[in-house]
């Protein structure tokens, strides 16, 4: 794991009058850079060939003579073959020219080797470089390690196919979309081996995949993905935030259970009849209030264990997805120790919670920007990049 000091001395060479916030360029990166520009950055997203185009042409920035945005959010597009360029040692030397201050995302970990991001991307990174490898189900202190140490509330693992006796999620990758899921939902061993092996033989998980799966108990209830904000600049009220809560459409799924009862018994001994569970949307919620405060609970239990386990700890925005039971129980079903997937449905309107706590639109892409704005001029970077 690359040193925070050597980060810090990377940060000690840039001009803070002239800082820029880099991308890559997928996942929740406009929600980056709309935040970044509201808030006077410049931005820089890494883009791949034949994907480019969404950040390259249409969301392109335009500035007047005098800087000030007219249109877009992207000032600078590079374009790569693959992704993986982005992290070469003259590519590394061209961000630190430009003072890039990098902003880690899911894509940023599913395209970029992990050991290389731990070891090689010598770039500082606004958030928390040694937890990012803790969204990896199976790594020796995973998510589900942490949520344990924490004394948080998760799904019981199942331990073997044999020992399922009523509803469970069945959770590991799709085999032909490659960052996808392929989670399956059953009731019983009889139940798994079917489903199992007809996804197989669809081409929708392996064997391999399915060995190496984690099975849970099932949790019956809406799903609230919990936007946090850990402000480690804050020295007078909270440092955690809760900026908004999102949610998620699913392909297949959202379309099965948009179909009446009896087109849905249609679909059995079909290949639609299992449906998939693949992100391909999200929309804005928000609790109700009561329970809010076991929301902020959740939190502080988390940030706490994060300094325990990862100092510095978690930096910046972070994700705990929650579903909720029947008593109104929170159960953490995954966690993302950076911006979350579904924070760009608050792109350039801000979270509910955010916009009500510090009275203008604060998107989470905004508020990283906010908080990079105030490190520059406490010139307290270095307590914000690992």
């Given at each position: 794991?690359?040193?925070?000091?050597?980060?810090?001395?990377?940060?000690?060479?840039?001009?803070?009058?002239?800082?820029?916030?880099?991308?890559?360029?997928?996942?929740?990166?406009?929600?980056?850079?709309?935040?970044?520009?509201?808030?006077?950055?410049?931005?820089?997203?890494?883009?791949?060939?034949?994907?480019?185009?969404?950040?390259?042409?249409?969301?392109?920035?335009?500035?007047?003579?005098?800087?000030?945005?007219?249109?877009?959010?992207?000032?600078?597009?590079?374009?790569?073959?693959?992704?993986?360029?982005?992290?070469?040692?003259?590519?590394?030397?061209?961000?630190?020219?430009?003072?890039?201050?990098?902003?880690?995302?899911?894509?940023?970990?599913?395209?970029?080797?992990l050991k290389t991001?731990?070891?090689?991307?010598?770039?500082?990174?606004?958030?928390?470089?040694?937890?990012?490898?803790?969204?990896?189900?199976?790594?020796?202190?995973?998510?589900?390690?942490?949520?344990?140490?924490?004394?948080?509330?998760?799904?019981?693992?199942?331990?073997?196919?044999?020992?399922?006796?009523?509803?469970?999620?069945?959770?590991?990758?799709?085999?032909?979309?490659?960052?996808?899921?392929?989670?399956?939902?059953?009731?019983?061993?009889?139940?798994?081996?079917?489903?199992?092996?007809?996804?197989?033989?669809?081409?929708?998980?392996?064997?391999?995949?399915?060995?190496?799966?984690?099975?849970?108990?099932?949790?019956?209830?809406?799903?609230?993905?919990?936007?946090?904000?850990?402000?480690?600049?804050?020295d007078e009220l909270?440092?955690?935030?809760?900026?908004?809560?999102?949610?998620?459409?699913e392909s297949s799924?959202?379309?099965?259970?948009?179909?009446?009862?009896?087109?849905?018994?249609?679909?059995?001994?079909?290949?639609?009849?299992?449906?998939?569970?693949?992100?391909?949307?999200?929309?804005?919620?928000?609790?109700?209030?009561?329970?809010?405060?076991?929301?902020?609970?959740?939190?502080?239990?988390?940030?706490?264990?994060?300094?325990?386990?990862?100092?510095?700890?978690?930096?910046?925005?972070?994700?705990?997805?929650?579903?909720?039971?029947?008593?109104?129980?929170?159960?953490?079903?995954?966690?993302?120790?950076?911006?979350?997937?579904?924070?760009?449905?608050?792109?350039?309107?801000?979270?509910?919670?955010?916009?009500?706590?510090?009275?203008?639109?604060?998107?989470?892409?905004?508020?990283?920007?906010?908080?990079?704005?105030?490190?520059?001029?406490?010139?307290?970077?270095?307590?914000?990049?690992?």
């Amino acid at each position: 794991m690359i040193g925070r000091k050597s980060i810090e001395e990377v940060v000690g060479g840039y001009d803070g009058e002239d800082v820029k916030v880099g991308v890559l360029a997928s996942h929740s990166a406009l929600d980056v850079a709309e935040g970044a520009v509201a808030e006077g950055f410049r931005t820089v997203l890494y883009c791949q060939k034949g994907r480019e185009k969404t950040y390259a042409e249409y969301f392109k920035a335009r500035r007047d003579g005098e800087g000030n945005l007219v249109r877009g959010v992207v000032d600078e597009a590079r374009v790569y073959g693959k992704f993986r360029e982005m992290v070469s040692e003259k590519e590394q030397e061209r961000m630190k020219e430009d003072n890039v201050l990098f902003i880690p995302n899911r894509s940023f970990t599913s395209y970029i080797d992990l050991k290389t991001i731990e070891d090689d991307f010598r770039v500082p990174m606004v958030g928390s470089r040694n937890m990012l490898r803790s969204e990896e189900r199976g790594e020796q202190q995973d998510y589900y390690w942490l949520l344990e140490k924490a004394g948080l509330p998760f799904p019981e693992k199942i331990d073997n196919p044999e020992a399922i006796d009523d509803l469970c999620i069945v959770k590991l990758h799709h085999k032909q979309k490659r960052l996808e899921r392929g989670f399956f939902t059953c009731k019983s061993q009889e139940e798994y081996e079917e489903k199992s092996a007809q996804l197989i033989k669809d081409g929708v998980i392996t064997a391999d995949a399915l060995e190496h799966a984690r099975i849970e108990r099932y949790i019956i209830g809406p799903v609230f993905n919990l936007d946090f904000f850990y402000n480690p600049l804050e020295d007078e009220l909270p440092k955690i935030e809760l900026l908004g809560v999102d949610w998620r459409f699913e392909s297949s799924l959202d379309g099965h259970v948009r179909l009446p009862a009896a087109q849905q018994m249609e679909l059995v001994g079909t290949k639609q009849e299992i449906p998939e569970m693949t992100v391909c949307g999200h929309n804005s919620a928000t609790l109700r209030e009561s329970l809010l405060e076991n929301a902020f609970d959740l939190a502080e239990k988390f940030v706490e264990a994060s300094k325990e386990h990862y100092k510095p700890g978690i930096i910046g925005a972070f994700c705990l997805q929650t579903c909720v039971d029947k008593d109104l129980n929170y159960y953490i079903y995954d966690v993302a120790p950076r911006i979350g997937g579904g924070t760009n449905v608050h792109v350039a309107v801000g979270h509910p919670y955010g916009n009500a706590l510090w009275r203008k639109e604060m998107s989470t892409g905004r508020r990283t920007a906010q908080l990079i704005r105030e490190a520059v001029e406490q010139d307290r970077v270095n307590e914000i990049v690992t």
